[in-house]
């Protein structure tokens, strides 16, 4: 990375890929990224917070209310200075509401904070990543400047190889240094 202090928000959504997503964490740390990592509520379902925190060095953002941590507001709180937001896993859910511009969460709530590029690693079955509502959302998000990486064809862990593979996290660094070159 070639500006060491990049600040990256990780926004954690709820898919079982939510696991390569801590090794995500760890890895752009190790690239001197200063990150923060936001998970939705599906999200802790997979990774608990304790882990993103150890990895990150930060206190994790759960919540839009959070006025111990975040008393302006988490959503302001970690868009102010932040270079990059990188969602991984992007469910189905948050394609849909970023492409609506549904605030309904911690996650959508940022996306509609920020004025940092928005980089997507899309994750789902492949029944789920091939419906056309879906692709609406993806293509509307594309039109609106969001980066995307992946989704790749593998094996699945709904025990069926396919298209909707989130991207390894090196393959989501080496997308986000891109970004920052
Ligand atoms: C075991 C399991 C795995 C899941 N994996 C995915 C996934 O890979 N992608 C996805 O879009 N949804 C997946 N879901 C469904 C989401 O968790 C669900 O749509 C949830 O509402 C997403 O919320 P979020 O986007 O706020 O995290 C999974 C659910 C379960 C129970």
């Not at 939510?18 to 379902?45: D, H």
């Not at 970690?78 to 990188?86: K, N, P, S, T």
């Not at 969001?146 to 593979?165: A, D, I, N």
Request: aromatic share 6%; net charge negative.
């Amino acid at each position: 990375m070639s500006d060491s202090r990049r600040a990256v928000v990780l926004a954690v959504g709820g898919g079982i890929a939510a696991y390569k997503s801590a090794f995500l964490c760890s890895r752009l740390v190790q690239s001197g990224c200063e990150v923060r990592v936001a998970l939705t509520r599906s999200a802790r379902n997979f990774v608990g917070t304790s882990t993103f925190a150890a990895l990150s060095g930060k206190s994790v953002a759960t919540e839009v209310f959070d006025p111990e941590e975040h008393p302006l507001g988490s959503h302001i709180e970690l868009a102010a200075g932040c270079d990059l937001m990188i969602v991984a896993p992007a469910t189905a859910s948050l394609l849909s509401k970023f492409a609506l511009g549904q605030a309904d969460d911690l996650i959508s709530t940022l996306y509609l904070q920020l004025g940092s590029p928005v980089l997507v690693a899309p994750a789902m079955s492949e029944s789920m990543w091939r419906k056309a509502a879906v692709q609406r959302n993806v293509q509307r998000l594309r039109e609106d400047g969001c980066h995307f990486v992946g989704p790749s064809s593998g094996w699945l862990s709904c025990r069926t190889s396919g298209e909707g593979r989130m991207s390894e996290p090196d393959e989501i660094l080496a997308a986000a240094e891109a970004l920052f070159n």
